[in-house]
């Protein structure tokens, strides 16, 4: 059977089953099973494939209509500049997140030295971007899912970065290890009674989504504790809600915080808060 002919049957399961992106998905899942990439999967729509990679593919494709997302499928997600893998113990990393990398790499020079603290590290993606840019700096990563730092710790192995982030187990409130030139997050902060209409709630873990009643217990324990984990004039780079901007500045300023920009993500909300500490 042609891979055209794959493509096709995998589309029409994906497409009753109410997957928008059933076209690409199928062809990312046929690129998984063959061992080659996208573009050669549709360079090769005629050739014939084996009985065992069909029954490979359409077990990939059974997985994806029940909506785990693509990116546990395959173990590997594209973030910034390069590939992370990824499991079911973290985040997925996701576009609107690479606004702190761009962010942060504005605020340090290629050749300065800067300690940075990543609050709740997950995948790791954040801070091994931006250390692979940044290369006198170091970093300190923690989180509170000993399974998340196991993922972060295999992907700083893979960027060959175990030398510059270290690793803890510690919520932002138990942890007192230094002062830091920026503090980055990407804390949970989705309403609790919210989390049970997001499609991939049964696949990404709850922990690191839960922002509490108001979705905002998390994103304060990290306004409140950067106070005291920051430098003078340090910086908070703050991912978060769609519709948490003006809570989140009212926060930001009852700590001392200056509000240097708002960054909007790629559907028009504010994402992204950059902030300096006063004093």
Not at 125 to 136: A, F, H, Q
Not at 207 to 220: C, N, Q, S, V
């Amino acid at each position: 059977m042609k891979i055209i002919d794959n493509l096709k049957d995998g589309h029409r399961v994906l497409k009753e089953n109410n997957i928008p992106s059933y076209k690409i998905d199928c062809e990312i899942l046929m690129s998984q099973t063959l061992n080659i990439s996208r573009e050669e999967v549709l360079l090769n729509l005629e050739k014939d494939i084996k009985k065992e990679e069909r029954k490979k593919y359409l077990n990939l494709i059974n997985r994806r209509k029940k909506n785990e997302p693509i990116a546990y499928i395959i173990k590997n997600k594209s973030f910034w500049r390069d590939k992370f893998i990824t499991n079911k113990n973290a985040l997925i990393p996701r576009p609107d997140s690479e606004h702190l990398v761009e962010q942060t790499l504005k605020i340090i020079k290629k050749n300065q030295s800067k300690r940075i603290l990543d609050v709740g590290v997950g995948s790791g993606c954040l801070s091994i971007s931006i250390l692979k840019e940044r290369l006198y700096c170091k970093c300190d990563a923690i989180d509170l899912s000993k399974n998340a730092l196991k993922l972060a710790k295999i992907n700083g192995n893979l960027h060959q970065l175990s030398d510059r982030i270290k690793f803890y187990k510690r919520d932002v409130d138990n942890f007192c290890n230094d002062k830091y030139d920026l503090v980055i997050s990407n804390p949970p902060y989705i309403n609790k009674h919210k989390i049970k209409y997001l499609d991939s709630i049964i696949y990404e873990p709850k922990i690191a989504l839960d922002g509490g009643l108001d979705g905002l217990e998390i994103i304060k324990k990290v306004i409140s504790k950067s106070k005291h984990l920051l430098k003078i004039n340090g910086k908070l780079i703050l991912e978060i809600g769609y519709d948490q901007k003006y809570k989140v500045i009212k926060l930001l300023k009852e700590k001392n915080f200056f509000i240097n920009k708002i960054i909007k993500d790629y559907s028009n909300y504010a994402r992204c808060i950059v902030s300096t500490k006063i004093n």
